[in-house]
């Protein structure tokens, strides 16, 4: 098993900045993979970036050039630097920790942090 805490959401107007923190803790060793996604009222939950061991680092398309996803392994924790942030961007944003084994992934989600960009 694999447990996540984040922090660091909020209220910021357009065109502001946030870090999101992500720390992991209980069977590290196992994760593959760590990320973050988002979901908004009405939509479904998407991948926003994402670390994986074997392809790297990964962003949507509508957030590149603008959020930095990073990690630091001492504290085995996963950050996403968010700059530029749009009325758009606003949801709740999920810390994922994912395990491949068998031919598929198996998935952990925190338990998710409000960001609101708004004026």
């Known amino acids: 098993q694999v447990q996540l805490v984040e922090s660091g959401g909020g209220l910021v107007q357009p065109g502001g900045s946030l870090r999101l923190s992500c720390a992991a803790s209980?069977?590290?060793?196992?994760?593959?993979?760590m990320g973050w996604y988002r979901q908004a009222p009405g939509n479904q939950r998407d991948v926003v970036a994402r670390?994986?061991?074997?392809?790297?680092?990964t962003y949507a398309d509508s957030v590149k050039g603008r959020f930095t996803i990073s990690r630091d392994d001492a504290e085995n924790t996963v950050y996403l630097q968010m700059n530029s942030l749009k009325p758009e961007d606003t949801a709740v944003y999920y810390c994922?920790?994912?395990?491949?084994?068998?031919?598929?992934?198996?998935?952990?989600w925190g338990q998710g942090t409000q960001v609101t960009v708004s004026s």
């Open positions: 670390i994986r061991s074997d392809v790297g680092i």
């Open positions: 209980g069977n590290i060793n196992s994760i593959n993979a």
């Open positions: 994922n920790a994912a395990h491949y084994a068998g031919g598929r992934w198996y998935d952990y």
